[in-house]
Every structure is written in C-alpha cells, then in structure tokens.
C-alpha cells in the first residue's frame, strides 16, 4: 500500500509528540517529591552508619516507597507515610528537620510498623505527594490531625479519660456541662431526640465544619434550633477535639461487647431518690440545667431566668413541663430528659423552692462578657 509523503509526516509528528509525552511523564515521576525525599534521607542515613557492611547496603540502595497495611485497628488502611517520613522509629534522627524526625516518644507500647500513622493521626496514607498524603485535597474529609487535635485519635482505643490528653477531656466534660447531651444522641452516652445524631461526627465531618457549627449553628442549617452558647477559645477547642473523637468505631471491643454495653445502656432506669429539696437541687446540678437557666445570676442564659420560679409555675405543671416540655410550651427547644418518678417530684420540690430574687439580673445580664465573641477571634 502506497503512503503518501503527508501520511508519512503525520506518523512521524504523531511519533516524536508520543515520544515526548513518555519522555514527559517519566520525568516526572522520577522528580517526584517522595523520590527527593528519599534520596535526602539516603544522604543523611549513610552518613549517621558506621557500620562498612551496612553503609554500603544503603548506598546501593534506590529510592522506594515503603507501606504498611494495617488490619487490625479498624478498617484496612494502607500507609505510605514512612516514605517521606522515614526516620520515623530511628533515634539518630531525633533532631533531624521534618519529614526526616523521630516521632516523639508515645506512653505504652505503639509500635509505628503495627499500628500505621493514619490510625492516629488520620491523612490520606496512600498519598505520596504531602498535599495528597495529607488529605488536604478538596474532597478528602480525614486532613491530617495537628497539634492538640491529635488527642482525638486517641479516644479510638483509650476513651477520654487520659491524663495525656487533658483537651479530649476537657470537651468531654463540657458536652454534659453544657448540656449537649440533652438534644444530641451518642449511642451509648446520651439519647437526646432533638438535634442531630453524634454518635459518628467525627467521621463525617472535618475541624472546620465542627468549629463552625458550634460558633455558628445556623451557618450550615438556617433552620437549627441549637443555641449559640458562649465558650472561650480553650472550651471552644476542646470540644471540637471531642466531637472529632466521635467516629462511631471502637478498636478495643469486639461487636458482641459493644452490643452487650448497648443494650444495658438501653434499659438502665434513672435511679430513684429522696423526695427532698436538696436532693432536688442534685438533680438540677446533675442534669446541668444551669447550663441554660440561670438562679440569681449564675448559670445559662439560654432558657427562663429561674429565680423565682416557684412563685409563676405549680409544682404539677413543673412535673409535667419536665416529663414533655412541649406539652405546655409550644417550640420550647428544651431537651426530654430521662427522670425517675422521686427525680421528678424532687426536682419540682427544689424549684417550688425558688422564691426570692437576690440579685437584680438586669445588671448580671448587662455585664455578661461576650465570651463568643472572644472565641471567634
């Protein structure tokens, strides 16, 4: 077949542009950040060995990537962190620039080849360019945890409740001091109906998003019924750190345990308690109700001033209000707590109490700080 001198011309553009494209591409993957990464350490490893058998592996040594895939702390994840970061479990480089550095010491036994770094840290683990690695990418919702944040990988496996990591705590705490608990449903924790489900936030959710749904609930649902409390930049924080913590995962318990916890956690009834109006005032410390109301100045300024509660409402409409507050207030945002029928009356007993106004709250309320405000900046 006769091929004409411009189909012969064509060909040999098509070629050559082919040919650069190749060219192109493995060039590209040969000036890859994590080659450069690897090279440097390579540098850097020889020099710190002594060792003339072993020095002389690693200068024969190419640039790698090196994974690890973890199976047993949750979903499978695959790690290539260790490629960048390749100095991670080697003293020597305890005071080399990152990505080179030892990671810092952790208390107990966390082996990095055995438990990964995304298990804690989160990321992308398969990324090998840092934006990629990172999870810094537009549509990835696990960005890489820094700084205090890191604390809320640690509940995965150890709850909130370590001395290491005061600022997990710390919003744990403020969840139930706050009230959180009242409206928002943790499966295990709280059975609140009224706002959004928490039980797997800190999966679905990214720190922003968290951060700003708490300084500004009606920044992504112009319907939210949730207030803006007031917090400082510490309380602020904390609790972004414990709603991040919340992933709906345990990688301590077995199914069969969880379910087991569940179904205790289901039927367990509030206990029962004197009828007194001390007891009554338990109650009220217990179910965090300042955190809305306040009593002669101190406390909440979310619902009704309290103070003299007991001269404009029955002890039977309190009683009745506490079991469904929607029942007698029509769009009242309180939460269904759970009570006992002596929690009930007690509570009511204490509130029946309040009858004498000792502060004038014009001024509290005038001088409160806008503490918010503070928060924001």
């Not at 011309?9 to 070629?15: E, M, P, Q, R, T």
């Not at 890859?32 to 350490?41: G, N």
Request: net charge neutral; glycine share 10%.
């Amino acid at each position: 077949m006769h091929i004409g001198i411009k189909m012969k011309i064509a060909l040999i553009v098509g070629g050559l542009f082919l040919l650069l494209g190749n060219g192109f591409i493995m060039l590209k993957n040969y000036e890859t950040e994590w080659r450069t990464y690897q090279t440097e350490y390579l540098k850097m490893v020889i020099e710190k060995t002594s060792d003339p058998t072993m020095k002389k592996v690693l200068e024969e040594r190419s640039p790698r990537i090196d994974q690890i895939i973890t199976t047993g702390f949750g979903r499978e994840r695959v790690d290539r962190c260790m490629t960048c970061h390749a100095g991670i479990d080697d003293d020597r480089f305890s005071d080399a620039p990152q990505p080179y550095r030892t990671h810092p010491k952790i208390a107990g036994d966390h082996p990095y080849r055995t438990f990964g770094c995304t298990t804690c840290h989160d990321g992308n683990g398969r990324g090998l360019a840092t934006v990629d690695a990172h999870g810094e990418g537009k549509f990835w919702m696990e960005p890489l945890l820094r700084g205090d944040y890191i604390e809320s990988g640690c509940a995965k496996c150890h709850g909130v409740n370590l001395k290491e990591t005061p600022k997990l705590h710390l919003g744990a705490e403020l969840f139930f001091k706050k009230s959180c608990y009242g409206c928002h449903k943790i499966e295990g924790l709280s059975d609140g109906k009224i706002g959004p489900e928490l039980t797997g936030v800190g999966a679905k959710w990214n720190l922003a998003y968290l951060e700003e749904a708490l300084l500004n609930p009606k920044a992504n649902n112009f319907e939210s019924m949730m207030p803006t409390f007031s917090l400082t930049k510490d309380e602020l924080r904390a609790l972004v750190i414990y709603l991040k913590s919340l992933t709906g995962e345990s990688l301590v318990k077995g199914p069969v345990e969880r379910y087991n916890e569940l179904k205790a956690w289901k039927t367990a009834q509030p206990a029962e308690v004197p009828v007194t109006v001390e007891s009554g005032k338990l109650v009220f410390d217990n179910k965090h109700c300042d955190a809305c109301h306040t009593i002669n100045g101190v406390g909440g300024k979310i619902g009704p001033d309290l103070s003299v509660y007991g001269l404009i409402r029955t002890k039977e409409w309190m009683i009745q209000h506490h079991i469904n507050p929607r029942s007698l207030v029509g769009g009242s945002v309180m939460p269904d707590f759970k009570y006992s029928k002596t929690e009930l009356e007690a509570l009511a007993l204490y509130l029946e109490s309040l009858q004498k106004l000792e502060v004038d709250n014009a001024v509290v309320y005038a001088k409160t700080p806008d503490t918010t405000a503070r928060a924001m900046k």
